[in-house]
């Protein structure tokens, strides 16, 4: 224990003396604040404890916008009313629903359970008993001050989507707030009975598109009206931020109303060269208006339990068997393992093909004839794929479908991606055991059947990628949200997809639109040349899906377009078209009608694949 | 050989009173004029602080009674034993946000409060014997180490308001121990420059403050510039915050941005933390001079004014006593303050001298800091007021200081 010299007992005199002087300083300071509040301010402050009736209210900030790629706005706020009662003890409020009660039919077990998660959070803020009051409820509460002083209409914003049902799965909805939900962003400002994106962009871009409410305090008198508003505490709400989608609306609508009267199907359609989507297609589809306040409980179970399923998202969360589109895919395999030789007609396709014990039918029944592999794609003929098909190793065919990005997530800016299934040797070996499968299988798998499972936007991808000289862009829907930095899109160079493979595959895809005897030729429109593969695809569950994948223009592509209508027959007959009439819309949107018209007569006349 | 003689009385007066005036409130805060509590309630907090009073006499007693060698030698296990309830008290956080207890049979403690006895024993026996002048730097570094492994923990909670406290705390106690004016200076210049890059970035987007800060810095440095070791480490450390700060700011999660953020700017949180300093505001400024009268106040009795029995219970004074009961208290705090630093000149050993410094601070700050929070003046962080917050660790605490105190005033001559 150390012992003080002497000269040390001088300097804590000196630092004794420094040290009392900051306590006395400091503390004058706060007798300077306490004189000023008390004295000089005592005025004011007392007139506020008197009126002592001060209430925070919460300023509800309103949701950003959705827009599309040109600016349209897709989803916005329109007020709606809700009838609020500021409150101080439960037995008021209580009392207040009983008394309301009598005069208007009031889900009262659904106004209690909101209360009781509203009380424990919200002291001292009103409770908005009715939320989303029509004019009877809101005319009643006007009408009845005397009975209901307290009472009072608060503003608010409504979720709208400006297209209805257009783009549903897309936009996605907004509801209350779960109680799980609450309980995981507790630190953000989210009070029970507010909305909240629970599906689409308007979940994914939740924290960008809701803003952060504002606060202001009222004096109210006695019995509960307001006298006026305390500027001092005031804080403004801060608007959501907006986010532009690359969809555009039109397009979007239109693609819609062609697939939308063939029952169920989707279709995906993008830019090429960065893998912006231009428009997403689920239908049949549901009004997310309907969900803006809370949906009814019968409508939401109507949604629910319907058998055609709108709820579900077939762009996206669906796969398909590919049928024919994978020939693209075939070809690919058998051009870069040098399986066959383009030019030389290795089959003569009589419309079977015996392999082993087995017969392999080709879709045409009589036959196609002499095929080469161009005369395969062209003609979508089978046989030729059967026979190309039994040297054709089972993991050459999985191993180029995933190059095509098949049987993985694109990466796309949308949750619950699907990831479908490219069937190879060690599936099969765990399927069936090891040598308990066949060559047979392959057989299937090269015309699409078998166990491929494919998405709509995988297609569409892939077509893309035949278009833009083989890169796999990753695609997005999300253009940009208002102040905050550009989403970053990467985008893949494909190994063996290019030279004379890439353009081999580009002239017989060409082919299939444009030559007479082509699958796709439904799919034709004079002034622009397309390219692209028809499918019919089997599946054990009723009629073939129809498929159509392609892109426009063929010699310098801008859109590549996937599009699937369920069990609808035939692709070059069904599916084909809907990219004709689109293509008809995105390239001369002004007189679209007159070309319309006089092209619809020739549509259906195609010949099934 | 005690000596009645020298037991200073005027320490135990101070202390009685306040312990009293602080079970006075609590009984007040809660049997408003127009009574909405329940029996139960109106009783329980205050029958809980008649019990904790009776747990802190013990503490006082034991401060007063045991030897303060005893205390010397124990520092680091006192110590240790809080570090390790701090770090316990993160591990059982579970669903909370916040944990600032731990259970102790029927009893909840707060060890962060205890934390602050250990650290003044901690700094005492440390900075306590002779220095070499190589010893400095040594010694300098050990209390920074010591001090920054509850800061964290106790950040970590958060408790952003106790940490800082521990902090602060510690600069009273170097000046007493020998450091300069301009070393103080140094150590307090990057904490200085890190709030003031976040408050010119991130809230006023407005960098004048901060270069104002750093021209000040060069001039200090340069006029310093015969000492050319102290002088580089002073830029060296406010450059080396200013490049390293953004880069940390970028790692932080944004609810900790947004954390700091209303620590430093009150008005970003008008929802929470405004609206009680208003309210505050309001049952002191409507207290007047003379005050509403014991347990006449009107604001305690509502929803508005909140943690009125514990962080804010000096708002119900000013309002009840208004002016002159807020400044008469203010000033026993000041006489047990002054007391305090009046037996760190007298007593001989070096380790108790520092103890008694650092509690004058402990009591200075927890006190300038609250008053300044319920007026209005700082931002809300928690932080109790000794003697008059409900709450049994701080009051034990408290008490147990006081024990330290009159332990000195009657064995001043030990070394």
Same mark, same amino acid.
């Given at each position: 224990?150390?012992?003080?010299?002497?000269?040390?007992?001088?300097?804590?005199?000196?630092?004794?003396?420094?040290?009392?002087?900051?306590?006395?300083?400091?503390?004058?300071?706060?007798?300077?604040?306490?004189?000023?509040?008390?004295?000089?301010?005592?005025?004011?402050?007392?007139?506020?404890?008197?009126?002592?009736?001060?209430?925070?209210?919460?300023?509800?900030?309103?949701?950003?916008?959705?827009?599309?790629?040109?600016?349209?706005?897709?989803?916005?706020?329109?007020?709606?009313?809700?009838?609020?009662?500021?409150?101080?003890?439960?037995?008021?409020?209580?009392?207040?629903?009983?008394?309301?009660?009598?005069?208007?039919?009031?889900?009262?077990?659904?106004?209690?359970?909101?209360?009781?998660?509203?009380?424990?959070?919200?002291?001292?803020?009103?409770?908005?008993?009715?939320?989303?009051?029509?004019?009877?409820?809101?005319?009643?509460?006007?009408?009845?001050?005397?009975?209901?002083?307290?009472?009072?209409?608060?503003?608010?914003?409504?979720?709208?989507?400006?297209?209805?049902?257009?783009?549903?799965?897309?936009?996605?909805?907004?509801?209350?707030?779960?109680?799980?939900?609450?309980?995981?962003?507790?630190?953000?400002?989210?009070?029970?009975?507010?909305?909240?994106?629970?599906?689409?962009?308007?979940?994914?871009?939740?924290?960008?598109?809701?803003?952060?409410?504002?606060?202001?305090?009222?004096?109210?008198?006695?019995?509960?009206? !307001?006298?006026?508003?305390?500027?001092?505490?005031?804080?403004?709400?801060?608007?959501?931020?907006?986010?532009?989608?690359?969809?555009?609306?039109?397009?979007?609508?239109?693609?819609?109303?062609?697939?939308?009267?063939?029952?169920?199907?989707?279709?995906?359609?993008?830019?090429?060269?960065?893998?912006?989507?231009?428009?997403?297609?689920?239908?049949?589809?549901?009004?997310?208006?309907?969900?803006?306040?809370?949906?009814?409980?019968?409508?939401?179970?109507?949604?629910?339990?319907?058998?055609?399923?709108?709820?579900?998202?077939?762009?996206?969360?669906?796969?398909?068997?590919?049928?024919?589109?994978?020939?693209?895919?075939?070809?690919?395999?058998?051009?870069?393992?040098?399986?066959?030789?383009?030019?030389?007609?290795?089959?003569?396709?009589?419309?079977?093909?015996?392999?082993?014990?087995?017969?392999?039918?080709?879709?045409?029944? $009589?036959?196609?004839?002499?095929? %080469?592999?161009?005369?395969?794609?062209?003609?979508?003929?089978?046989?030729?794929?059967?026979?190309?098909?039994?040297?054709?190793?089972?993991?050459?065919?999985?191993?180029?479908?995933?190059?095509?990005?098949?049987?993985?997530?694109?990466?796309?800016?949308?949750?619950?991606?699907?990831?479908?299934?490219?069937?190879?040797?060690?599936?099969?070996?765990?399927?069936?055991?090891?040598?308990? $499968?066949?060559?047979?299988?392959?057989?299937?798998?090269?015309?699409?059947?078998?166990?491929?499972?494919?998405?709509?936007?995988?297609?569409?991808?892939?077509?893309?990628?035949?278009?833009?000289?083989?890169?796999?862009?990753?695609?997005?829907?999300?253009?940009?949200?208002?102040?905050?930095?550009?989403?970053?899109?990467?985008?893949?160079?494909?190994?063996?997809?290019?030279?004379?493979?890439?353009?081999?595959?580009?002239?017989?895809?060409?082919?299939?639109?444009?030559?007479?005897?082509?699958?796709?030729?439904?799919?034709?429109?004079?002034?622009?040349?397309?390219?692209?593969?028809?499918?019919?695809?089997?599946?054990?569950?009723?009629?073939?899906?129809?498929?159509?994948?392609?892109?426009?223009?063929?010699?310098?592509?801008?859109?590549?377009?996937?599009?699937?209508?369920?069990?609808?027959?035939?692709?070059?007959?069904?599916?084909?078209?809907?990219?004709?009439?689109?293509?008809?819309?995105?390239?001369?949107?002004?007189?679209?009608?007159?070309?319309?018209?006089?092209?619809?007569?020739?549509?259906?006349?195609?010949?099934?694949? | 050989?005690?000596?009645?003689?020298?037991?200073?009385?005027?320490?135990?007066?101070?202390?009685?009173?306040?312990?009293?005036?602080?079970?006075?409130?609590?009984?007040?805060?809660?049997?408003?004029?127009?009574?909405?509590?329940?029996?139960? !309630?109106?009783?329980?907090?205050?029958?809980?602080?008649?019990?904790?009073?009776?747990?802190?006499?013990?503490?006082?007693?034991?401060?007063?009674?045991?030897?303060?060698?005893?205390?010397?030698?124990?520092?680091?296990?006192?110590?240790?034993?809080?570090?390790?309830?701090?770090?316990?008290?993160?591990?059982?956080?579970?669903?909370?946000?916040?944990?600032?207890?731990?259970?102790?049979?029927?009893?909840?403690?707060?060890?962060?409060?205890?934390?602050?006895?250990?650290?003044?024993?901690?700094?005492?026996?440390?900075?306590?014997?002779?220095?070499?002048?190589?010893?400095?730097?040594?010694?300098?570094?050990?209390?920074?180490?010591?001090?920054?492994?509850?800061?964290?923990?106790?950040?970590?909670?958060?408790?952003?308001?106790?940490?800082?406290?521990?902090?602060?705390?510690?600069?009273?106690?170097?000046? $007493?121990?020998?450091?300069?004016?301009?070393?103080?200076?140094?150590?307090?210049?990057?904490?200085?420059?890190?709030?003031?890059?976040?408050?010119?970035?991130?809230?006023?987007? %407005?960098? $004048?403050?901060?270069?104002?800060?750093?021209?000040?810095?060069?001039?200090?440095?340069?006029?310093?510039?015969?000492?050319?070791?102290?002088?580089?480490?002073?830029?060296?450390?406010?450059?080396?915050?200013?490049?390293?700060?953004?880069?940390?700011?970028?790692?932080?999660?944004?609810?900790?941005? =947004?954390?700091?953020?209303?620590?430093?700017?009150?008005?970003?949180?008008?929802?929470?933390?405004?609206?009680?300093?208003?309210?505050?505001?309001?049952?002191?400024?409507?207290?007047?001079?003379?005050?509403?009268?014991?347990?006449?106040?009107?604001?305690?009795?509502?929803?508005?004014?909140?943690?009125?029995?514990?962080?804010?219970?000096?708002?119900?004074?000013?309002?009840?006593?208004?002016?002159?009961?807020?400044?008469?208290?203010?000033?026993?705090?000041?006489?047990?303050?002054?007391?305090?630093?009046?037996?760190?000149? =007298?007593?001989?050993?070096?380790?108790?001298?520092?103890?008694? !410094?650092?509690?004058?601070?402990?009591?200075?700050?927890?006190?300038?800091?609250?008053?300044?929070?319920?007026?209005?003046?700082?931002?809300?962080?928690?932080?109790?007021?000794?003697?008059?917050?409900?709450?049994?660790?701080?009051?034990?605490?408290?008490?147990?200081?006081?024990?330290?105190?009159?332990?000195?005033?009657?064995?001043?001559?030990?070394?």
């Amino acid at each position: 224990m150390g012992k003080r010299d002497p000269r040390d007992e001088h300097l804590g005199r000196v630092r004794y003396r420094w040290l009392i002087t900051l306590v006395i300083v400091f503390f004058s300071l706060l007798a300077i604040r306490l004189f000023g509040l008390q004295y000089i301010q005592h005025d004011d402050y007392s007139q506020y404890a008197e009126e002592n009736k001060l209430q925070r209210e919460r300023i509800v900030s309103p949701r950003g916008l959705i827009k599309d790629r040109n600016g349209v706005v897709m989803v916005d706020n329109v007020p709606r009313f809700d009838v609020v009662l500021p409150w101080r003890s439960e037995t008021d409020v209580r009392r207040t629903i009983k008394k309301l009660n009598v005069y208007l039919a009031l889900d009262t077990a659904h106004i209690y359970t909101r209360f009781e998660s509203w009380k424990k959070k919200n002291q001292g803020i009103p409770f908005p008993i009715v939320q989303n009051a029509d004019k009877l409820v809101i005319s009643f509460v006007k009408e009845n001050y005397d009975i209901f002083p307290k009472l009072r209409v608060e503003t608010n914003a409504r979720r709208r989507y400006r297209q209805g049902a257009s783009a549903a799965h897309l936009l996605g909805y907004v509801g209350e707030v779960s109680d799980r939900f609450l309980a995981r962003s507790a630190n953000y400002g989210y009070f029970p009975g507010d909305l909240v994106g629970k599906s689409g962009i308007e979940s994914v871009c939740e924290r960008f598109l809701r803003g952060e409410d504002g606060q202001r305090a009222v004096a109210v008198n006695a019995s509960g009206r !307001v006298l006026g508003e305390l500027k001092e505490l005031l804080k403004p709400p801060v608007h959501g931020k907006d986010v532009t989608l690359t969809i555009d609306a039109r397009l979007q609508g239109h693609l819609e109303t062609l697939i939308s009267p063939l029952g169920a199907g989707a279709a995906v359609v993008m830019d090429v060269d960065d893998g912006s989507l231009i428009a997403v297609v689920s239908v049949p589809q549901f009004d997310p208006n309907s969900f803006a306040v809370g949906i009814a409980q019968d409508e939401w179970d109507r949604l629910n339990q319907a058998k055609e399923k709108p709820l579900f998202n077939r762009f996206l969360q669906a796969t398909y068997p590919p049928g024919s589109t994978l020939k693209i895919v075939s070809v690919f395999t058998l051009l870069t393992n040098r399986l066959v030789s383009p030019q030389e007609a290795i089959v003569y396709c009589t419309g079977a093909h015996r392999f082993g014990n087995r017969i392999f039918k080709c879709w045409k029944a $009589w036959g196609h004839g002499y095929m %080469n592999l161009y005369g395969g794609l062209v003609q979508s003929c089978d046989s030729y794929f059967y026979t190309a098909a039994e040297i054709m190793d089972v993991d050459d065919l999985a191993s180029a479908s995933r190059e095509f990005g098949l049987g993985s997530r694109t990466g796309l800016d949308l949750p619950n991606e699907i990831e479908g299934l490219v069937p190879d040797r060690e599936y099969y070996n765990r399927r069936y055991g090891k040598g308990k $499968w066949t060559q047979g299988l392959v057989l299937n798998n090269i015309i699409g059947q078998g166990e491929f499972l494919v998405s709509v936007l995988q297609m569409c991808r892939a077509a893309a990628a035949v278009a833009n000289g083989g890169y796999l862009v990753q695609p997005h829907v999300i253009e940009h949200v208002a102040g905050e930095p550009e989403g970053v899109h990467t985008s893949k160079k494909m190994k063996a997809l290019e030279g004379y493979t890439l353009s081999y595959l580009r002239r017989a895809m060409e082919g299939v639109v444009n030559d007479e005897d082509g699958t796709g030729r439904a799919s034709r429109l004079p002034g622009v040349k397309g390219a692209g593969k028809t499918g019919t695809s089997q599946n054990p569950h009723g009629e073939d899906h129809a498929w159509f994948i392609g892109y426009a223009p063929a010699r310098d592509p801008e859109i590549a377009l996937a599009i699937l209508v369920e069990n609808a027959g035939h692709g070059g007959a069904v599916a084909a078209p809907i990219a004709r009439e689109f293509y008809i819309e995105y390239f001369s949107p002004d007189d679209s009608s007159s070309v319309l018209s006089q092209s619809r007569g020739s549509v259906h006349q195609a010949r099934p694949e | 050989m005690r000596t009645t003689r020298d037991f200073d009385i005027l320490i135990l007066i101070t202390s009685a009173l306040l312990i009293i005036i602080g079970l006075c409130l609590i009984y007040s805060v809660f049997h408003p004029p127009s009574s909405g509590y329940s029996q139960d !309630v109106s009783y329980m907090f205050f029958n809980r602080q008649l019990m904790w009073v009776c747990f802190a006499i013990v503490a006082l007693l034991i401060g007063y009674a045991t030897p303060v060698r005893y205390f010397e030698a124990l520092a680091y296990v006192i110590y240790a034993v809080c570090v390790v309830a701090l770090t316990l008290i993160l591990f059982t956080k579970g669903t909370q946000t916040t944990e600032r207890w731990i259970a102790l049979g029927p009893m909840r403690v707060q060890p962060s409060e205890f934390m602050k006895i250990a650290l003044l024993f901690t700094w005492g026996r440390v900075l306590s014997g002779h220095f070499s002048p190589g010893d400095r730097l040594r010694k300098t570094l050990i209390v920074f180490g010591v001090s920054l492994v509850p800061f964290l923990l106790v950040l970590k909670q958060p408790d952003l308001g106790t940490a800082i406290v521990f902090f602060v705390m510690l600069l009273p106690v170097l000046y $007493w121990r020998g450091f300069k004016g301009r070393q103080i200076f140094l150590i307090l210049s990057p904490i200085v420059a890190s709030l003031l890059i976040i408050h010119s970035e991130e809230i006023t987007k %407005n960098s $004048w403050p901060f270069g104002v800060f750093i021209v000040i810095i060069f001039v200090v440095a340069y006029l310093r510039r015969s000492h050319l070791l102290e002088s580089i480490s002073l830029v060296a450390a406010n450059v080396g915050v200013g490049l390293i700060l953004p880069v940390f700011w970028g790692t932080l999660k944004t609810y900790q941005q =947004k954390r700091i953020l209303n620590f430093l700017d009150p008005d970003s949180d008008k929802l929470g933390a405004g609206w009680q300093v208003f309210q505050s505001k309001i049952a002191i400024g409507s207290g007047g001079i003379s005050g509403k009268g014991y347990l006449e106040g009107t604001q305690k009795a509502l929803e508005f004014l909140p943690a009125k029995h514990t962080d804010f219970v000096f708002s119900v004074l000013g309002e009840e006593m208004g002016f002159v009961g807020a400044i008469l208290v203010l000033m026993v705090f000041a006489v047990l303050i002054s007391r305090a630093l009046a037996m760190a000149v =007298k007593v001989k050993s070096q380790f108790s001298s520092t103890v008694c !410094v650092g509690i004058a601070a402990y009591f200075f700050f927890q006190v300038f800091i609250n008053v300044a929070m319920t007026t209005g003046m700082a931002p809300v962080t928690g932080i109790p007021i000794p003697f008059l917050s409900y709450g049994g660790s701080s009051l034990v605490v408290s008490c147990f200081f006081i024990g330290f105190l009159l332990n000195c005033s009657v064995r001043w001559y030990e070394y």
